[in-house]
């Protein structure tokens, strides 16, 4: 989480998923929707925490722009590796297309990442975000909540849904279509069209882990690709009928695993410590040094620009920064009620001052009138000093447990130490070559993981108990050096 302001909500972007028919189509990127994705990539980037810069990004953008000119945009396309973890892929209007870090760290070959990038240009192709542009807008978080403190949305609106940033989501048939013309481009373009069902293996394989972990470790990235857009059952074998209509055999062309894992070397894995980290259900910041832990129910997703919280029996809210404006926390406050409800009916209860381990704090409940009752709205700010503030925002329902819950979170900010701050390193991928005689559990043991043999299976594409070859090459986590 960097400090801003409430967060938007990005809608009319097209969702990494899948698509069939795959009709002929005429390749062209209209003026009009350059100008459009020209004038979007920024504010996407800022939202996403900006674009990822290192070596692997100008990797990405060569085999994007392989698998554009494979589709008839040669130059057409921007390509943008974005510094996020979470898991997912997206397009908007003017061929304007971006790939998550932490889609690529998961990805096996450059067959893999390839094939994703083939599927969103099949999108912009097919014309999916044109066919979609009349119902898609651009929404604040303050628009979302409106809607849902009017009773027009439902209260999951706010905050924990805001996490995953799309709303516009694409018909089955768009998105098989989408499949089968990245095939194509796939194939066109030198790569194994197998690829595109080993990433969608490689996809399920991801779901399931986050199935199998997020039990005991509640607060992770929760807008994954596999949450937002359900792997059907069919579109692994979908993907490998779709190659094999190609004609071409299976193994016939490249998958390219080893110059891939090469590139990856390095690779920020997890949360960008600029961003925060949450681990468990707790967040710390070692470059604000600042931190908050969370009660127990409550889960955490790390956005570029909050963090947003979901509690039990429909809790939700935020937390995130800004800066501190002449009236201080008052005036900071104030600010965010009336983005947030803009004119809706509310009653501001009496704020209270307070210290919160030493910082200087202000809580302001507001009770907002709706079609189904009563919603209590909690706001805590935080002098954060140097000119900034922090905030919590929750929304809920008026009951006792709840307000117990809110007040444990928000009793909980506080200020990190400095040995505290240096002690959250940030993770990377590392591939490395299996040795003789080494195992799964090898590896596993140096995995900087809560779960690490199921971390490492996952990253890998592996079963437990499939024997590793000397000499292959394959990725584990480490902790950056100090």
């Not at 998961?106 to 542009?133: C, F, Y």
């Not at 965010?336 to 509310?346: E, F, V």
């Not at 596993?444 to 971390?455: F, I, K, T, V, W």
Request: charged residues 20%; contains cysteine.
């Amino acid at each position: 989480m960097r400090r801003s302001t409430l967060p938007l909500l990005l809608a009319g972007l097209t969702l990494l998923a899948g698509c069939g028919g795959g009709g002929d189509y005429e390749p062209e990127v209209r003026p009009e929707e350059k100008r459009i994705g020209a004038e979007q990539h920024p504010q996407l980037l800022a939202e996403f925490g900006g674009p990822y810069e290192a070596p692997e990004a100008a990797y990405a953008r060569a085999i994007g722009r392989k698998v554009a000119a494979a589709a008839g945009l040669d130059g057409e396309c921007t390509f943008t590796l974005v510094n996020s973890d979470v898991v997912n892929a997206f397009a908007v209007p003017g061929c304007y297309i971006y790939v998550t870090r932490g889609l690529m760290g998961i990805v096996n070959s450059e067959a893999e990442l390839a094939s994703v990038l083939a599927h969103e240009v099949g999108h912009i192709v097919a014309a999916h975000n044109r066919r979609q542009q009349r119902r898609s807008m651009w929404r604040s978080l303050a628009v979302a909540a409106v809607g849902m403190i009017t009773g027009s949305e439902d209260l999951t609106r706010i905050a924990g849904r805001a996490a995953q940033y799309f709303t516009l989501r694409y018909s089955r048939s768009q998105e098989y279509e989408a499949d089968d013309l990245g095939v194509r481009y796939l194939a066109a373009a030198g790569y194994d069209p197998y690829a595109a069902g080993d990433m969608l293996g490689t996809l399920g394989r991801h779901e399931e882990y986050m199935a199998r972990t997020r039990g005991r470790d509640e607060a992770r990235a929760i807008p994954e690709w596999a949450r937002t857009h359900p792997l059907a059952g069919n579109r692994v074998e979908r993907a490998a009928q779709s190659a094999a209509a190609t004609g071409i055999a299976d193994g016939a062309l490249p998958e390219l695993e080893i110059p891939y894992l090469r590139e990856l070397d390095g690779l920020l894995y997890g949360d960008d410590p600029e961003q925060g980290c949450v681990q468990g259900s707790r967040f710390a910041h070692p470059v604000m040094r600042i931190g908050f832990e969370a009660p127990s129910g409550f889960t955490l997703t790390n956005s570029p620009r909050s963090i947003l919280i979901e509690g039990p029996d429909g809790l939700r809210g935020e937390f995130g920064g800004g800066p501190m404006p002449p009236g201080g926390l008052p005036a900071y406050a104030d600010g965010l009620i009336r983005t947030l409800l803009r004119g809706a009916p509310a009653e501001a209860g009496p704020a209270e001052g307070v210290l919160v381990n030493g910082i200087p704090t202000l809580l302001l409940p507001v009770l907002v009138r709706t079609e189904q009752g009563p919603i209590e709205l909690s706001i805590a700010a935080y002098d954060g000093g140097d000119g900034g503030a922090y905030h919590f925002l929750m929304v809920g329902a008026p009951d006792e447990a709840a307000r117990n819950a809110i007040a444990d979170l928000f009793s909980s900010f506080r200020l990190l130490s400095l040995e505290e701050a240096r002690s959250l390193r940030p993770r990377l991928i590392r591939t490395v070559r299996v040795g003789p005689g080494q195992s799964e559990s090898t590896f596993a043991r140096l995995m900087a993981s809560e779960h690490p043999l199921d971390h490492f299976l996952m990253l890998n594409g592996r079963s437990a108990g499939q024997p590793l070859r000397p000499g292959e090459m394959v990725k584990i986590v480490t902790f950056a050096p100090r």
